[in-house]
């Protein structure tokens, strides 16, 4: 037999909290509240009705009758950065040096960029940190093409005609050569 459900305290605030819900979560945590109290719900039922996993009901029940409400405004939601190293105007200002010496025709070094990281937070870090850092900023690892900037295609064309015919001893694909005794 299951333990009856606790919080019978917070069943009015929670009935009022369904009446006046603005999000989602908001009415999820008024509802995982009142369904077991109200309707003797256990806690896998009410995580059915209301579309989330029972351990996240039980999550939803005790911050509600802790008077804590779910997602009020943006920045509690999950997410973001949490184990920064710098912030990311910190990380334009760090970057700005590196930048400018590429626009002006340097080559950008990641190997530099991790030296300098680790001088500015002193400590070690890995050179993924490094590359993640670059790519936040838009920064992206230029390849050289697949032809050079000053080919002439025309005259590869021309080239190509006039220089000469295929040597007609060559064997062709699928045939042999007869052994010749």
């Not at 509802?31 to 995580?47: C, N, R, W």
């Not at 997602?71 to 930048?99: C, H, I, M, W, Y």
């Not at 001088?119 to 992206?140: E, I, Q, T």
Request: overall charge positive.
């Amino acid at each position: 037999m299951s333990r009856l459900a606790s919080g019978i305290d917070a069943l009015a605030r929670a009935q009022q909290a369904i009446a006046s819900a603005q999000t989602i979560e908001q009415l999820r945590q008024a509802q995982a509240v009142v369904l077991p109290l109200e309707y003797g719900l256990s806690i896998v039922q009410t995580a059915q009705l209301i579309g989330v996993s029972p351990g996240w009901v039980c999550r939803l029940r005790v911050k509600f009758i802790e008077g804590k409400v779910v997602n009020t405004d943006a920045q509690s939601a999950r997410g973001g950065r949490k184990r920064e190293n710098l912030s990311v105007d910190q990380e334009r200002e760090f970057l700005a040096p590196f930048f400018e010496k590429a626009s002006r025709g340097g080559i950008l070094v990641a190997g530099e960029i991790k030296v300098a990281l680790e001088a500015k937070l002193g400590r070690s870090v890995a050179r993924a940190s490094v590359y993640n850092l670059l790519h936040r900023h838009n920064w992206r690892k230029l390849v050289p093409d697949k032809h050079h900037r000053q080919s002439d295609p025309e005259a590869q064309v021309e080239w190509k005609k006039n220089s000469g015919q295929r040597s007609t001893t060559s064997v062709k694909a699928g045939q042999r050569k007869s052994p010749s005794n």
